[in-house]
Structures are given as structure tokens and as C-alpha cells.
Nanobody, 128 residues
Framework: QVHLVESGGGSVQSGGSLRLSCESS????????LGWFRQAPGKEREGVAT???????AYADSVKGRFTLSRDSAKDTLDLQMNSLKPEDTAMYYC??????????????????????WGQGTQVTVSS
């Protein structure tokens, strides 16, 4: 059973920063895609950033240049540094994972329904 535990959400003013962390044993497993997704009220869940085992990252256009995804193998955490936050970044943020075939290379998908392991989520609220 794969467990994903998020932390680091909160409230911040526009232009501020937050760092989200996802703790899981699969952070250092082979062939797992890991990522952060978000869902605002009344909207579909969307991919924010993903990382492959080999370190290939993918970002949603809306967060490129502002968010940075990294993996800390020593702590088994997947960290999302969010800078220059905007009110439209307000959402519940989820950590997710799925095991990808070892024959597949490149960055991992930002499509949420490819991921079958999910954390409980952490709320991020950005006020203007």
C-alpha cells in the first residue's frame, strides 16, 4: 500500500511563498511518477508539476517560472516550492503517484487520472 502525506499548506498574501512537502516511501522507488495536483472549488483537478524517477520534470504553463519541484531522497519527500503566488493558485493541493513501466522514459504525465495513489490534500489560500 502506498501512502502519501502532504504538509505545508496555509494562507498567504499575493506575491508570497509557500513550500509543500509530500512524504512517501515511493519517492525513492524505481519507476514511480510523482506529482502535485490541485483542485479549486467548482473546477476540475489539474496537474501542477510532476517528476520522473530519472528527474525529468513537467510543469503546468500557469506555474512555470514560479513553482519548483524537487525530490529529497534522504527524507523521502517530494517538495513543491511556490513563489510569486497569485489568488488563482488557491486550491486544495494533492500529492499523487503511479508506477510507470520501466521501458517508458521522459517526463511524467500531468493528467490526473493516470495517477492511482493520492494523499489527503493540503489547502493553499492566496489572498489579494
Amino acid at each position: 500500500q502506498v501512502h502519501l502525506v502532504e504538509s505545508g499548506g496555509g494562507s498567504v498574501q499575493s506575491g508570497g511563498s509557500l513550500r509543500l512537502s509530500c512524504e512517501s516511501s515511493v519517492v525513492t522507488y524505481t519507476n514511480y511518477c510523482l506529482g502535485w495536483f490541485r483542485q479549486a472549488p467548482g473546477k476540475e483537478r489539474e496537474g501542477v508539476a510532476t517528476i520522473s524517477k530519472r528527474g525529468s520534470t513537467a510543469y503546468a504553463d500557469s506555474v512555470k517560472g514560479r513553482f519548483t519541484l524537487s525530490r529529497d531522497s534522504a527524507k523521502d519527500t517530494l517538495d513543491l516550492q511556490m513563489n510569486s503566488l497569485k489568488p488563482e493558485d488557491t486550491a486544495m493541493y494533492y500529492c499523487a503517484a503511479f508506477r510507470r513501466s520501466r521501458f517508458v522514459r521522459g517526463s511524467c504525465s500531468l493528467v490526473h487520472n493516470e495517477y492511482n495513489y493520492w494523499g489527503q490534500g493540503t489547502q493553499v489560500t492566496v489572498s489579494s
